[in-house]
């Protein structure tokens, strides 16, 4: 039998180009190359994964760094825009300018500004050259020096701030029987203020609406029992009688009008139903005290024949001890009863 040559011939041809250790991706891989006699071609395997996490990686840090220059522009961009001067931005609290000493100073050229008489028109005049800049042509600032004008209550209600030296201090006052608000434009620099403009007067703000409440439940039978009680209590609350305040007295120590009133009666007294403690209302009716002793002699009810007397509404907390109720607390009353 002949021997069966083992050279393996070069199928190749001259002429046929050189073939690649690599093979042409739109080449299928047939059956025998994986196969144990197959031919081995060179091969990078798992190289499309290795890609794909240094895709990932490379988005991951573009999203880092886009965050993290985020972070440093936003605080540097409201510092700029904060110190530029382009953009009326609104106040924060912390522009520093001290609104509590502005408004002290316009109520005080307030009183001045608000009060003019054509008599004495100079006097205004004097009375308002502290708080107008230097060289004020108009010494008063706006009024033609003839006519009156009185004002009075003046309190401060708000200051607008534009920035760390510029504000309008809104201020109330009472005309008569008017309300109405005075806007003081102000500026501030090393620590002084002056009036920058001429000021405005305003409508103050209409009075709140009360909406009406249900008649509260009443306790008459406890109301019979207090009632002779707290008669003796107003009273020696309006003399200073500590000591017989104290007999009406639980748990705390009263201080008194001293005689600044006189106790005249006890006009009307709403005690809801509860326990041991309630909280309940008084209207008391106090007796004006003239400046000068009246020559008039006190009446039974203990006020003075011929004085004044002024109503007030009281809110006390009583607690019942044995028979007797004692006073806790005493306030002001929340609402009206009458």
């Known amino acids: 039998m002949a021997r069966r040559s083992i050279v ?14 690599y093979p042409d991706p739109g080449e299928a891989e047939t059956p025998a190359a994986r196969g144990r006699g197959g031919p081995r071609r060179g091969r990078w395997v798992g190289g ?14 573009a999203l880092i760094i886009v965050i993290v220059f985020n972070g440093v522009r936003a605080p540097f961009e409201r510092f700029t825009q904060g110190d530029s001067s382009s953009g009326q931005a609104a106040p924060s609290a912390g ?3 001290p609104a509590d000493r502005a408004a002290s100073f316009a109520n005080q050229f307030a009183a001045a500004y608000l009060n003019m008489n054509g008599a004495q028109p100079q006097e205004r005049a004097g009375r308002l050259a502290p708080f107008l800049p230097e ?28 920035d760390a030296q510029h504000a309008k201090v809104n201020l109330i006052f009472q005309s008569g029987n008017r309300r109405m608000l005075l806007s003081v434009p102000v500026f501030y620099s090393d620590g002084r203020f002056v009036v920058s403009e001429r000021p405005a ?16 439940d009443r306790d008459e ?12 209590f107003f009273e020696a609350y309006a003399k200073g009688d500590t000591v017989a305040l104290q007999r009406y007295v639980s748990g705390t120590k009263l201080e008194s009008f ?60 009583v607690e019942k001890q044995g028979e007797r109720w004692y006073v806790k607390d005493i306030r002001g009353a929340d609402r009206s009863v009458g």
């Open 48 to 61: 499309g994964g290795r890609w794909l996490v240094w895709a990932g990686r490379a988005v991951l840090w």
């Open 221 to 232: 039978t406890t109301a019979g029992e207090l009632r002779q009680q707290l008669g003796a």
């Open 258 to 317: 001293g005689g600044a009133f006189t106790f005249v009666k006890l006009q009307d007294l709403v005690v809801p139903p509860g326990g041991t403690i309630r909280d309940i209302t008084a209207v008391v009716v106090w007796g004006l005290v003239p400046a000068a002793p009246p020559a008039a002699e006190p009446t039974s009810t203990g006020g003075t024949q011929g004085s004044g007397t002024l109503t007030q509404s009281y809110r006390l907390t």
């Open 95 to 97: 522009t520093g300018f």
């Open 201 to 216: 007067v305003l409508p103050a703000p209409a009075k709140a609406a009360l909406p009406q409440e249900a008649e509260p």
């Open 135 to 162: 060289g004020t042509s108009d010494g008063q600032f706006g009024w033609d020096g003839a006519g009156q004008m009185s004002a009075g209550a003046i309190q401060p209600y708000g200051v607008d701030v534009t």
């Open 8 to 21: 393996r011939r070069d199928p190749r041809v001259p002429g046929d180009p050189e073939l690649s250790a």
